[in-house]
């Protein structure tokens, strides 16, 4: 569809920091608007409909995946969540830059679903300085860690299957590669 050029997908594996990559490109061009997600989970207090999620029940959302209404999804801590085809094609028929955090086999969905999109893979500066990060949180115990490290290990096999790898050597630089590459590849430049 028209207007493809301007989604871009960031995935990688768990650890590498996409959120914190993904908070500091979003405060330093705050044009980049986040997307709504659907979900079955209750608001939280303080929470609003449409501005955190658009909240709705386990049948609705089912509905919403059976019409096509749900780009990819997720079933998290006994609820579903999932990014809403209308929020991403509004955004790209008005010619906005859309960014979605999603994970490797959501990632390519997308580029099968929209073609002319990119799908970016967030690589750590090694696999050495991954395992220190996730090892680093402190939070998980040993076997955890194990865990999340094979499905790291099988997720950094991947990179190649997408349209650009970008390092986080550094918050800054990977924030700011990622949003030279979103300006080139839309053609946004002046
Ligand atoms: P929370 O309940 O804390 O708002 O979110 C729980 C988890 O769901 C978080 O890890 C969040 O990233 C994930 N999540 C939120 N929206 C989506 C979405 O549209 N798709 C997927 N796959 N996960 C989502």
Redesign the pocket.
Known sequence: MEGEKYLFVVSGPSGVGK?TVMARLRADHPEIEK?V???T?AP?EGEAEGV??YYRSEAAFKQLIEAGEVL???Y??G?Y????RAEVERRMAAGKLVL????VH?AANIKRLYPGSTIVFLLPPSAQELEARLRGRGTDDEASIERRLAIAREELAQADAFDVRIVNNSIEQAAGDLYALMVRRAGLEQ
């Open positions: 959120d997307t997600s659907a979900t989970r939280r955190n999620y990819e999804y997720n998290y801590n609820n969540y999932g990014t809403l979605l955090n999603i994970d959501g």
